[in-house]
């Protein structure tokens, strides 16, 4: 990117929010018991457009600066008393609200709302439920405000209002999610702690943290991203915490009935149909989803099940528990990678009839909240996973070699039992008349990963059985491994509020890691007839303990109403996985000397929002990523390509990263779109959104020959997404673009492939998705159009399954949704 731009990009950073420049007012009032006027100590006094809580003191007065003139919402409650919400209209010289005891009664839940926005991105408060997040460069994404393909887990439009992500696109049915972002590998989202409801949903978090599992976007309520920052509270992770909150149960109604059925392009029909109510103190929320679909390729036929249980209750006022359960299981054919030569004749195409995967996934969460008064929150989580992933296929290192069903498939079986519990206390306090919020916690992680690799059985179908070796074997070793692993974690973090409008969030983990391996590698030497002449076995077993402290700091500066600066840098650290420790590849070999991965991430910003408007958050960030384990090209005797898997380097990420989102029949007049006098219930909406992520990424650090001064993989320079949404009534329609510049696959830098296919460039895309719904009462009819221009482009190059090579990401493709609420 050329100097000039970025000058533009730093003047649009100054200027930006002077958009939102208002005035500015106090808010001071007493709360008081109702009838007698005594002081209510402690008790909340919440402000909407601050998104923050005050807390009164002994004499029951608070005070909140930085407001606007004007109207303001607030929400006053305290422990044994009922809670009330009125607006306000500021300026005033003060308030005198009063509150009533609570009658010995058992009462429904009190639910506070904002009011809904048509945003399809928001960000986290400060604090929610028993978490920290001020400070952190947070997006929140709703699945339920998009005009976009929800059906097929579509995360090119589910994603779009992110930015800086990288999407690998696997599959057309959305099976798995691939993403990453500031140079993190996206395969199977392994940077990110990803978490279901604020558990672990990854095979193992820390040897081996693939997400199989994705949940249906049409059962999301929300997905939360806090990007490097979440180290202290969510593990260590560079990338930091994807975490999918799932609908909950209705409180008002004994039973609703959602189902939405979708059919579309290469045989594709999903199905999802959920019901939810509250009975009493007993509150549900259930879904089954069936999908199935043909491919796009040829040989990409794929059938998926999953099914979910959240069942609560209520037992006191302050005390409720619940329990979920989550079982996914899919079968998919893969159709097997591409050289390039292959890919610019016919993308479409696939020489490989016989390779399959399945995943049996089940999840398992027990949780219980606990207000022990109106200043102190205690979260408890107990989950659990049992889960398998099975892969067979042919996968030689020449890509374009025909296939025949008499040879030999290489066949991987991984077998995962973990369990954890975290506890969390947050309590929030006054010292010195300074409001502050302290958080503690605990974590304890047990994992045992059976992995076995070797033959599995000629043939076409998807036949999971070990065989013995023959010399038509697409494989040359086997090996059977047990990796078991402990971790035990204390975390804390505190936000101290220096003033109404500064903050400063100090943070500090003590992570405890040891991780084991245990088995067997069973090395085979053929002749040149490909006959077996002997099977050497080696046993092995690593032993590795370590525990280290990763400390964070965050500064918030609130200098208006809505309107934030914010900065904040954490340590991180990622532990070798089990992939790194031995593998089974005929095309891959691994450093025997590899090192964990060290590092710090920060953020420097200014976020904020004009209600009914304008929302917006720019961004810099830096990302110094030391011992980066990454790929390079090599050759052995024979002058064979391999990829040797290594500490590649230290790397420096540094970039911009931009998002904002208006609604332009609402630019001239934010007056009228803030008040319910003329809510702009026009008929007409028009919203437009875009984000880029502008990245310069260098090798900084090598020992190794030509890596020093290279850009780094998986990082594109420009990452671009915008957006448009035009609705009139029932009817809205959008149009999204998404462009990519070109990205390395290596640390080489490497341009040219070889007859593997898994080196070389990834060029740049542009797409094009286009989507319409109607909604009438309790009818909705959803289409879409994935990839309008019907672009030929990939996204990845495979290094083991579903490759090796080239995997080409599907072309132009329609669907339908006919959806009921009853």
Do not use: C
């Amino acid at each position: 990117m050329r100097l000039p731009v970025y000058k533009a990009l730093l003047l649009l950073f100054l200027l930006l929010p002077s958009l939102v420049a208002q005035a500015q007012e106090t808010l001071r009032g007493r709360v008081q018991v109702a009838g007698s006027g005594e002081p209510v100590v402690g008790g909340e006094v919440y402000v909407k457009s601050l998104n923050r809580a005050v807390l009164t003191d002994s004499t029951g007065r608070f005070e909140v600066s930085g407001l606007a003139a004007g109207p303001q919402q607030v929400l006053v409650s305290a422990l044994g008393y009922l809670p009330f919400s009125l607006s306000v209209t500021l300026p005033a010289d003060g308030f005198s609200f009063e509150l009533t005891r609570r009658e010995q009664t058992t009462l429904k839940e009190v639910v506070v709302a904002a009011p809904q926005t048509t945003f399809g991105q928001t960000r986290l408060r400060e604090v929610e439920g028993t978490a920290i997040f001020a400070a952190k460069k947070s997006e929140v994404i709703v699945p339920e405000n998009l005009v976009a393909n929800l059906a097929t887990n579509n995360a090119r439009q589910v994603y779009a209002r992110v930015p800086g992500l990288n999407i690998w696109e696997n599959d057309g049915g959305g099976l798995q999610l691939s993403i990453g972002g500031r140079g993190l590998d996206p395969n199977r989202t392994t940077n990110f702690n990803v978490r279901q409801n604020n558990y672990d949903i990854s095979a193992d978090a820390l040897g081996y943290p693939e997400s199989y599992y994705t949940p249906p976007t049409e059962a999301v309520k929300r997905i939360q991203l806090v990007r490097g920052a979440a180290s202290l509270q969510y593990g260590t992770q560079f990338g930091g915490l994807l975490n999918f909150e799932m609908r909950s149960p209705e409180p008002d109604r004994k039973a609703a009935v959602t189902s939405r059925q979708t059919v579309g392009s290469f045989g594709f029909f999903n199905s999802f149909n959920s019901v939810s109510g509250t009975v009493g103190k007993l509150s549900y929320y259930t879904f089954a989803q069936y999908k199935r679909g043909n491919g796009w390729r040829p040989n990409s036929q794929y059938e998926s099940k999953t099914a979910y249980a959240d069942v609560r209750y209520q037992f006191t006022e302050n005390l409720k528990a619940g329990v979920q359960v989550t079982h996914m299981d899919y079968l998919a054919q893969q159709p097997g990678g591409l050289t390039d030569k292959m890919f610019a004749e016919d993308a479409r195409q696939s020489n490989r009839e016989r390779n399959w995967f399945a995943v049996d996934w089940n999840l398992f969460n027990i949780n219980a909240d606990w207000k022990l008064n109106a200043r102190s929150n205690v979260n408890l989580t107990a989950f659990g996973l049992v889960a398998a992933r099975q892969s067979l296929g042919f996968r030689p290192n020449q890509v374009d070699r025909r296939d025949e069903d008499n040879i030999g498939r290489d066949l991987i079986d991984g077998d995962f039992r973990n369990y954890g519990l975290e506890a969390r206390f947050l309590n929030r306090y006054q010292v010195a008349g300074k409001d502050g919020v302290l958080l503690l916690g605990t974590r304890y992680y047990r994992g045992n990963t059976h992995s076995i690799q070797g033959f599995g059985p000629a043939g076409r179908g998807a036949d999971f059985r070990f065989v013995a070796p023959d010399k038509f074997s697409s494989t040359k070793n086997s090996s059977d491994y047990r990796f078991p692993n402990h971790n035990v974690a204390f975390f804390a973090e505190n936000i101290l509020y220096l003033s109404d409008k500064l903050s400063v969030t100090p943070g500090v983990r003590y992570e405890y890691i040891r991780t084991r391996a245990d088995g067997v590698l069973n090395v085979i030497d053929r002749d040149l007839a490909g006959n077996i002449t002997q099977i050497r076995s080696q046993d092995e077993q690593r032993l590795n303990s370590r525990g280290f402290v990763l400390g964070g700091i965050g500064v918030s500066y609130k200098p208006k109403e809505q309107r934030e600066f914010y900065a904040n840098i954490s340590q991180n650290y990622r532990s070798i996985t089990f992939s790194d420790m031995q593998i089974v590849n005929p095309s891959a070999i691994i450093d025997l000397n590899l090192q964990d991965e060290r590092g710090f991430s920060a953020d420097l910003g200014v976020r904020g929002e004009t209600t009914g408007v304008l929302t917006y958050d720019v961004s810099l960030f830096a990302l110094n990523y030391g011992n980066r384990i990454g790929e390079i090209q090599e050759y052995d005797d024979l002058n064979r390509i391999l990829r040797r898997r290594l500490n590649a380097g230290r790397a420096l990420i540094v970039g911009l990263e931009a998002y904002g989102e208006v609604e332009l029949l609402n630019l001239g007049n934010p007056t009228a779109a803030a008040t319910e006098a003329e809510p702009l219930a026009r008929r007409w909406q028009w919203s437009a959104f875009g984000n880029v992520g502008l990245i310069r990424s260098r090798y900084v650090q090598s020992q190794l020959t030509g890596v020093q001064g290279n850009q780094v993989e998986f990082v594109p320079a420009v990452n671009l997404k915008t957006g448009t949404r035009v609705g009139y009534g029932p009817v809205k329609a959008s149009l999204q673009f998404l462009y990519l510049s070109d990205q390395f696959s290596d640390a080489t830098n490497s341009e040219a492939s070889g007859p593997s296919a898994v080196i070389g460039k990834i060029p740049a895309y542009q797409i094009l998705d286009a989507s319409v719904s109607w909604e009438r009462r309790w009818l909705k009819l959803e289409a879409s159009i994935n990839n309008l221009a019907d672009a030929r482009y990939f996204t990845r190059r495979a290094t083991a399954y579903p490759g090796p090579g080239i995997l080409p990401s599907d072309g132009r493709s329609y669907f339908l949704t006919v959806g009921v609420k009853l």
